[in-house]
């Protein structure tokens, strides 16, 4: 039996075979811990540059933590990569994430003090050849 708070959780086998002094187990989602992306409509722009289109977007990530705890928290999100030479990708703003080139994650890793709340900015723009059609999200 799992209680998780004072809560019964749920029932689940578990291997002890391959027990360590420490054991992972999904708890499925706390609903304490409030994350929320939104799109920034300001920073959304579309212009038309020479022979190229360009398209800018803006997130908005919320993080609140309502328990009388600390918590750990990781927060991936993800910027468009580009395979093709004519299609270029710049990210203005990751808000201090670590961003891996070759997927185009990014990371957010932090510890969140009870009953408070933070925010992450993504700004990224694509520019590519006026005759693609592209989904830029």
């Known amino acids: ?3 998780f708070e004072d809560a019964y959780v749920g029932k689940t086998l578990m291997d002890t075979r391959s027990a360590t002094d420490t054991l992972q187990i999904s708890l499925g989602q706390d609903k304490n811990v409030i994350v929320s992306r939104e799109k920034a ?3 959304t722009t579309k212009q038309f540059i020479g022979n190229k289109k360009e398209e800018s977007k803006s997130w908005k990530i919320s993080v609140r933590n309502n328990k009388n705890q600390p918590i750990n928290m990781i927060i991936i999100d993800q910027v468009p990569v580009s395979t093709m030479e004519e299609i270029e990708v710049s990210q203005q703003n990751i808000s201090g994430g670590k961003l891996d080139s070759e997927t185009g994650e990014i990371k957010w890793e932090f510890t969140l003090d009870p009953n408070a709340k933070k925010e ?11 005759g693609k059609r592209l989904i830029v999200e």
């Open 41 to 43: 409509k300001e920073f």
């Open 1 to 3: 039996n799992i209680f």
């Open 120 to 130: 992450f900015g993504l700004n990224y723009s694509v520019k590519y050849p006026k």
